[in-house]
């Protein structure tokens, strides 16, 4: 069985953390640079939580294969009649780290260690397979074979 969560958002990779000082139990506070980030992370967490929801899931505690395809807004400078890639910011693998966080957050799985194999693309509307119409992303979640 494969799990399929569509989110539409504007995609945001988990970035560096500034040191804003120590708690009172000692540890530290480390606060998110990017103010994308914790949007991007809140429609994760929803789309996931809605899905978890429909199919009655249970927290996914097993070896997990994860393919995630990233729909990033085109600029308007990019050729509108041909298909060009987005291989520019933000970085494929901060994406990846910021939506795993997401997922754990909602509960998809115990932890994002779970996950043995992982792909990920990043498309402009409409061009290629699994792109969204907008921004967003699809991600396929599915137990690993014994």
Not at 28 to 49: C, F, G, M, Y
Not at 65 to 92: E, I, Q
Request: glycine share 6%; charged share 30%; with cysteine.
């Amino acid at each position: 069985m494969t799990i399929v969560i569509v989110v539409y958002g504007s995609p945001a990779p988990q970035g560096s953390k500034s040191f804003k000082g120590l708690a009172k139990n000692g540890r530290a506070i480390l606060a998110e640079s990017s103010k994308k980030v914790r949007p991007w992370r809140q429609d994760v967490k929803l789309a996931a939580e809605q899905v978890r929801a429909e199919l009655g899931l249970q927290v996914l505690d097993e070896p997990l294969l994860v393919r995630m395809t990233f729909t990033l807004p085109k600029p308007a400078s990019a050729p509108k009649r041909r298909r060009v890639y987005p291989c520019k910011l933000p970085d494929l693998s901060k994406l990846v780290r910021s939506t795993e966080d997401a997922l754990t957050d909602a509960g998809i799985w115990r932890d994002d260690a779970r996950v043995i194999e992982c792909t990920a693309a990043k498309r402009y509307p409409g061009e290629g397979h699994l792109a969204l119409d907008a921004p967003g992303c699809v991600i396929e979640i599915k137990r690993a074979e014994q």
